[in-house]
């Protein structure tokens, strides 16, 4: 691969494919942009416009990826639907192109094994496009913690609390892949936003690992009545019965006895959050307030009436804490989408694939954050039943290092 011409195709050019495209991927010069695939050609055809109006040639176009796969790319971006993620990722690693996929849920074990396997059989590199995990905060969080400064972590929560009732309950007139999924399963179908990072902090799959899980889901209300105030007491969305219930919380146990709990929430109107909470026995940083808490110091001594205002104060702790990706990202420019999150996660897949470095998220984060979904799907129709996560690293979990940065 020539590292100043790396030949891309793009799979996926709905609402992500087409931002991705142009925040993050044009600017970069290194990139040749040789095809993109949708199965709906209007979203194609605007993919390619965009291409030949920046670089002057028109892409090559292809319905079905698996032709995309035999054009002479040498990597492929997966910001297709989530039934597609898996799949299009084994094809193309055994046909040797480098894989870099947006984000979603497994909806099996035997797909999960299935991408460790065919990674291990065929060592083409693949990375989950998990951005939160170069979330400012959370690199941050994750340098205090590398520096001791929590102690220990004990537990941690996170969210992906994200009111999507518009979306999902326009999924007929977008061809939105979240409608299907609501209609059809009940589980914690997107964890990995909350629990990339949380796992990033927790080293798991490099010293600890996720062993059990307990899901539990609320009845669904949320679409139902949002689509009678959108669409009419009369829609058929309006009396549907979806699967998925409106609230999930999952609690994962890990091998040393930590706990973690995501909650799924996107059905009933609320703001945006993440809720990174990291809790150690020195220290606490809330998102509920955006606070760090230490042990020991004055603050904790003087209890909350003093810790009010403290309200907001993770900024104070920017100019000795700032992880030295941001420390770098801030000098050169900020760019791209999501405050920056999606050109650091795209920086550091092409600087592991030119330079030939493991992936910073690598197939065994990707086959076990995405397993939640299944996982969790599991114990909720068992009522809530503890489910055991597998192992992917097959034991190798307690011989790889932690990472320093990623
Ligand atoms: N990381 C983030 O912050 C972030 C933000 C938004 C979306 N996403 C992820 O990006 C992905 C796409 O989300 P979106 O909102 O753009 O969805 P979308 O529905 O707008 O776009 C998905 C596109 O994939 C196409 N597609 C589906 N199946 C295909 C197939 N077999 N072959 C070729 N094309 C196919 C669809 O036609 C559509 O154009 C999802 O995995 C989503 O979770 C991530």
């Not at 994750?142 to 969210?159: A, Q, S, T, W």
């Not at 791209?336 to 050109?343: A, K, N, Q, S, T």
């Not at 795209?346 to 076990?368: Q, R, T």
């Amino acid at each position: 691969m020539d590292k100043n011409n790396i030949k891309i195709g793009i799979i996926g050019l709905g609402c992500r494919g087409i931002s991705m495209l142009e925040s993050c991927l044009l600017e970069r010069q290194y990139l040749t942009f040789t095809a993109v695939c949708d199965v709906c050609e209007d979203r194609m055809e605007q993919a390619a416009d965009i291409i030949e109006k920046a670089r002057g040639i028109r892409p090559l176009m292809f319905a079905d990826y698996h032709d995309m796969l035999k054009c002479g790319i040498d990597a492929i971006m997966i910001f297709s639907a989530w039934e597609t993620h898996i799949p299009v990722s084994v094809d193309a690693m055994k046909a040797g192109i480098a894989v870099a996929c947006e984000v979603g849920g497994a909806y099996n074990l035997d797909q999960c094994f299935e991408l460790v396997k065919v990674y291990e059989e065929t060592k083409t590199p693949i990375m989950l496009l998990e951005n939160c995990c170069y979330g400012r905060t959370e690199l941050m969080v994750f340098n205090m913690v590398k520096k001791g400064l929590f102690g220990d972590v004990i537990h941690c929560e996170g969210g992906y609390r994200h009111y999507l009732a518009y979306e999902i309950t326009r999924g007929e007139e977008n061809c939105h892949y979240r409608l299907r999924n609501y209609m059809n399963r009940n589980c914690e179908n997107y964890p990995t936003h909350e629990l990339g990072p949380i796992a990033k902090i927790l080293n798991i799959n490099r010293g600890n690992r996720m062993v059990s899980l307990t899901s539990t889901s609320s009845r669904q209300q949320g679409l139902n009545e949002f689509a009678a105030f959108e669409k009419g007491p009369d829609h058929p969305l309006a009396s549907y019965p979806f699967a998925q219930g409106d609230v999930v919380t999952t609690v994962i146990r890990c091998a040393h006895g930590e706990t973690i709990t995501i909650v799924l929430d996107t059905s009933l109107p609320r703001y945006y959050s993440r809720n990174f909470n990291i809790h150690g026995t020195k220290a606490l940083y809330t998102e509920d307030n955006r606070s760090f808490y230490f042990f020991g110091n004055e603050q904790h001594e003087k209890h909350d009436f003093v810790w009010e205002k403290e309200w907001g104060n993770e900024k104070e702790y920017r100019a000795e804490h700032e992880h030295p990706i941001w420390k770098k990202f801030l000098e050169e420019g900020v760019q791209g989408g999501h405050d920056g999150m999606d050109w650091l996660e795209l920086n550091a897949f092409f600087d592991a694939l030119v330079n030939g470095k493991e992936m910073p998220i690598d197939v065994y984060d990707m086959a076990s954050w995405m397993a939640i979904t299944c996982l969790s799907e599991e114990s909720i129709a068992r009522g809530s039943a503890p489910v055991a996560i597998p192992d992917f690293t097959n034991g190798m979990w307690t011989m790889r290092k932690p990472q320093e940065c990623f």
